[in-house]
């Protein structure tokens, strides 16, 4: 699908990463930071997975979940004070829904299928608005938006990401198993990296940051700096 050659000059900010790398809540801060706006990738194909079990769809039916896909009825809105993406689907707010484990796992299942993630394109793309956009996901860079001025993929170990994940669950009084958690790490990086269809991998032109010893300012900062020396003089087209 082509981009739309209207919105060729609004800038874009990639930050692609596996899950608990903090490229979500990384993301948020540059978005506030540079007044852009943003997209959580992750949360449409979470939104999907929460609409199928719903209505209870078949996880492995491409077919029912791509109608799903395309027939999404989400919308996004900041909270009271703008920290946070509050979700909505079908006019109900799903955001802690859609965080859950179970959603987490059905969403990397869903999101291997090619029709599912054709169907979402489109809506991904569309949130490229001026003045710019931070695109949070795993193929940001690579498939969503290829000529994005700035791409950057972080990652951490395995295991500090556990325990990232496991601290947000927790914070949010969600009964969570840290070993669990760790081995559901290892089971989504080998599904996300292999699956046929956009695997998570960093785009060849795309800054890899680690982030297991940084914290998130450290992060943000570090990036803001990358958008002055090189985003900021060749804006994606």
Known sequence: ??????????????IDGPSGSGKGTVSRLLARRLDWHFLDSGALYRLVALAALRHSVPLDDEHALEKIAMNLDVSF?????????????????????????????????????PAVRRALLGKQRAFRKAPGLIADGRDMGTVVFPQAGLKVFLTAS??????????????KEMDVNLDHLFEEIVTRDERDSSRAASPMRP?????????????????????????QDRGAANLSD
């Open 203 to 227: 785009a060849s032109d795309a800054i890899v940051l680690d982030t297991t010893n940084l914290g998130i300012d450290e992060v943000v900062k570090s990036i803001l700096s990358m958008w």
């Open 77 to 113: 809105a900041a909270d009271n004070d703008g920290v946070e993406t509050c979700v909505y689907l079908e006019g109900e707010e799903v955001t802690n829904e859609i965080r859950s484990e179970a959603c987490s796992q059905a969403s990397s299942q869903i999101s291997a299928f």
């Open 1 to 14: 699908m082509a981009q739309d050659t209207t919105k060729q000059n609004v800038p874009v900010i990639t």
């Open 158 to 171: 395995q295991q500090e990401r556990a325990n990232r994940r496991y601290k947000q669950l927790k914070d």
